[in-house]
C-alpha cells in the first residue's frame, strides 16, 4: 500500500490497490496469479529484499499471445510485427527504492535473465503513457518504443519498448 498512487496508475483499472484492500483481496489475487504460473499462461514473481521479510516490486511475464492483446488495438512504430515478440514484461518496484536505483537495477537484471536462462532474445518492456519515471528508466537501457496497445477499458495508452 506504500505504493498505492503509483499502482493506481500503474494498474489501468482504478482503483486498485482500493483504500480498503484487504489481507484476503490480496490472497485471492495471488491465488488467481499462481494458478496462471502453473498454467504456464502468465508468470508473476514477486521481488523481495534479501531476507524477504519486505515486497519490494513484482514482475510479470505475458506471453505475445496474451488474452491482453485480443483486446487491444496494437500499433507498431517501427514495422515490427508482434508475433516477433518472445514474451511482454511488466514490472513495478516500490517508489521508496527509486532513488536508490533500483528499478533499472531489477530491469536490467530480469533482461539478462530472460536472455540467458529463458533463451528470450525479443522480449519487450510495457508500461504506459502516465509513468513518466518507468519510462525514463527504460529508456536510460537504451531501448526504444516499439508498440502500443490500446484497450477501451484502459485509462491510458500502454508503450512496449525493445
Not at 484476503?24 to 529484499?49: A, F, K, P, S
Not at 509513468?131 to 516499439?146: E, F, K, P, V, W
Request: net charge negative.
Amino acid at each position: 500500500m506504500s505504493s498505492r498512487e503509483f499502482l493506481y496508475h500503474w494498474e489501468q483499472e482504478p482503483p486498485y490497490p482500493p483504500e480498503d484492500f484487504s489481507v484476503d483481496d490480496n490472497l485471492e489475487d495471488l491465488e488467481q496469479m499462481d494458478g496462471e504460473h502453473r498454467n504456464g499462461t502468465r508468470y508473476t514473481h514477486t521481488v523481495m529484499n534479501a531476507d524477504e521479510t519486505q515486497v519490494l516490486g513484482c514482475i510479470y511475464l505475458l506471453p505475445n499471445d496474451d488474452r491482453m492483446y485480443r483486446t487491444a488495438e496494437v500499433t507498431s512504430h517501427d514495422g515490427t510485427d508482434l508475433s516477433s515478440v518472445d514474451a511482454t514484461v511488466a514490472f513495478w518496484v516500490r517508489v521508496s527504492t527509486w532513488e536508490e536505483g533500483f528499478e533499472r537495477a531489477l530491469l536490467e537484471t530480469v533482461l539478462g535473465w530472460l536472455r540467458d536462462d529463458w533463451s528470450l532474445e525479443r522480449p519487450v518492456i510495457m508500461t504506459n503513457e502516465k509513468l513518466d519515471h518507468q519510462i525514463a528508466t527504460i529508456g536510460s537501457l537504451g531501448l526504444t518504443r516499439r508498440f502500443d496497445y490500446d484497450r477501451d477499458k484502459d485509462m491510458y495508452t500502454s508503450h512496449a519498448y525493445a
